[in-house]
């Protein structure tokens, strides 16, 4: 069990460098040096709170391996812890705009919309590789049959 954990563990750190520096690169092209002003003022305290929000939402994905939960449940877990912790961190950082209670819940809004469209794609894929594996052994039950 202890090596799963550091697994995942290290899935969430990966995952959350990936997204901000992606994040801060695309910030950048898109919006020039005052996107990434906060980062450069204090890069410590944004790259840590960059590997905390990839932990908080993928190591979380753990939750998926602990088959007596029922799928919903998972979700709910994973999308629970994921996202207050990203959301905490976002305010502890300045990430998330505060300006109005409207620019707030616009970025609660689309930080649940990447969030969902993010483990959309991973469910897809995974389903996806699960229906592969699923064939390949159909078909070797067939062949073991036929001979």
């Known amino acids: 069990m202890g090596k799963k954990i550091l697994k995942y563990l290290w899935y969430g750190i990966s995952w959350g460098c990936v997204f901000f520096v992606f994040t801060n690169l695309i910030g950048y092209l898109a919006v020039g040096e005052d996107f990434i002003s906060l980062l450069v003022n ?3 305290a944004q790259a840590f709170g960059g590997i905390m929000a990839g932990i908080f939402c993928g190591s979380t994905s753990i939750v998926y391996t602990f088959d007596r939960l029922p799928f919903w449940v998972q979700i709910l877990i994973h999308f629970g ?4 912790g990203y959301f905490i961190i976002a305010y502890t950082l300045g990430w998330m705009p505060t300006a109005s209670v409207f620019h707030i819940a616009g970025f609660i809004g689309f930080g649940f919309a990447i969030f969902a469209c993010t483990w959309s794609a991973f469910y897809l894929y995974n389903r996806y590789e699960a229906e592969k594996v699923n064939k390949k052994l159909r078909e070797l039950e067939e062949s073991k049959k036929t001979e």
């Open 42 to 44: 204090d890069f410590a």
């Open 81 to 84: 812890v994921g996202l207050t």
